[in-house]
């Protein structure tokens, strides 16, 4: 008797195997001499080498079906069990190459998550060619979803241990402490954009296990002073909201195998008035170091209600008044 694993690297297992393992109960109906278990996102076949490389040519259609359609119908495991499902060819004037090719991941319940618009697309590119990236833009244009996402990618294809998720608690002015309730309670409020991206990219069971081990950890920026953060795609969010010294003490908090992603609003700077942002000045004296990219988003990129479009138009055409000119930083 023959032993055979197949790892699932690239979609969650429950996709794979079905509600209750529906899926997997209908592949061991079809293959009735193959034991087939399941083991986190692994499948481990035992029967003779005949009927595991058969198996195998089905996986392989049910996971390209996954691919391409981002989930798997009872009838379209069906179809491809009893050799109905189309052939590739057949089908291919109704793929979508370009959309495909912007496939993030799969998120909870088989959600597809990808690069929806061009410089979202510019970030996953930059990404991959570079180790910091910043990503500047106005509100609504997925900039934190974006990056969340590939973090949440890096760490399911294993190409990185951990995530870390920051943000400047401005609001506070990174004192939490009047604040009711434990320290979680009291940051949670200004980190909810990271959990509510995280939401739909984990299921909530893993989720809530990858924070209390660590594997994610969501904090204020002020918590990363000191540390060495290696291994690890770490992203700051609303950047626009951290000054010159702390965002330079951010960036040299890199160590070695991890990402930076930096994610900001010029637009949106809610730092007390008598201190400057350092995003500005930090896209300034950083452009032209090689391994250090800018991905730039304008209202163009906006995935929300069509409305902020037009919102973000209007403000722009508006001329800043003395407070908001009191935000920008002085040359």
């Known amino acids: 008797m023959n032993t055979k694993e197949i790892s699932i690297d690239h979609f969650e297992p429950t ?3 079905g509600p209750h393992n529906k899926n997997l109960k209908i592949l061991q109906n079809h293959f009735p001499k193959l034991k087939i278990v399941s083991r986190g996102n692994q499948i481990i076949l035992s029967g003779d080498e005949f009927t595991i490389e058969l198996f195998e040519e089905k996986f392989q259609e049910l996971v390209h079906t996954i691919d391409q359609f981002g989930s798997i119908s009872e009838v379209q495991l069906e179809s491809i069990l009893s050799g109905t499902n189309p052939k590739k060819s057949s089908t291919k004037k109704e793929e979508k190459p370009t ?11 088989g959600k597809v998550i990808r690069a929806k618009t061009p410089n979202q697309r510019k970030m996953v590119s930059l990404l991959n060619k570079n180790d910091i990236l910043f990503a500047i833009g106005p509100a609504g244009t997925g900039k934190t979803y974006t990056a969340v996402a590939l973090a949440v990618k890096a ?15 401005v609001e506070a002015g990174e004192n939490l402490g009047f604040l009711p309730g434990d320290l979680k309670e009291k940051i949670d409020p200004y980190l909810r954009p990271l959990y509510d991206a995280l939401d739909d990219m984990i299921p909530a069971d893993k989720l809530k296990s990858y924070i209390e081990t660590r594997v994610i950890e969501i904090a204020p920026m002020a918590f990363m002073r000191g ?16 000054t010159d010294l702390q965002l330079k003490m951010f960036l040299t908090r890199m ?48 995935v929300r209600h069509k409305l902020v479009k037009d919102i973000i138009k209007a403000y722009d055409h508006k001329k800043p008044n003395k407070t908001e000119s009191n935000h920008k930083d002085s040359k």
């Not at 760490?155 to 608690?169: N, T």
């Not at 010029?266 to 896209?283: F, M, N, Y």
């Not at 004296?285 to 800018?294: A, D, Q, R, T, Y």
């Open 15 to 17: 996709l794979v195997f």
């Open 99 to 109: 959309e495909t090719g912007d496939i993030i991941l799969y998120g909870n319940n």
């Open 155 to 169: 760490l399911k294809e294993k190409e990185i241990r951990r995530i870390i998720l920051a943000r400047p608690a």
């Open 227 to 242: 540390r060495t953060l290696d291994n690890a795609y770490v992203i700051l969010d609303e950047a626009q909201n951290a």
């Open 255 to 302: 160590g070695p195998n991890a990402k930076f992603i930096i994610t900001g609003d010029l637009t949106q700077i809610d730092l007390p008035k008598q201190e400057h942002s350092g995003l500005p000045k930090a896209v300034k004296i950083l452009e032209g170091i090689k391994g250090i990219e800018f991905a730039y988003l304008s209202f163009e990129d906006v």
